[in-house]
């Protein structure tokens, strides 16, 4: 869903970008500045998932440690 979502948006921004009168310098600028927003919020959001399932690993390495102790 997130990533049908996010195909969108871009896909909304690529043809406002390339609709955009060559003299209309301020809706280009506008619609770039908008990409490169969300260009921000998917590292920022692809970085979290990354962090999320590197603490996910680092928690089941430990479980997977104490149950060999155990054993």
């Not at 009168?21 to 490169?36: I, T, V």
């Not at 440690?65 to 054993?71: A, D, G, S």
């Amino acid at each position: 869903l997130i990533q049908e979502f996010i195909i969108s948006v871009r896909g909304d921004l690529l043809n406002k970008f390339e609709s955009a009168k060559l003299g209309d310098e301020a809706e280009r600028l506008a619609a770039w500045n908008q990409g490169q927003v969300l260009k921000l919020f998917m590292d920022k959001f692809d970085k979290q998932i990354k962090a999320g399932k590197n603490a996910q690993l680092t928690l089941m390495d430990k479980v997977n440690n104490n149950i060999r102790k155990i054993i």
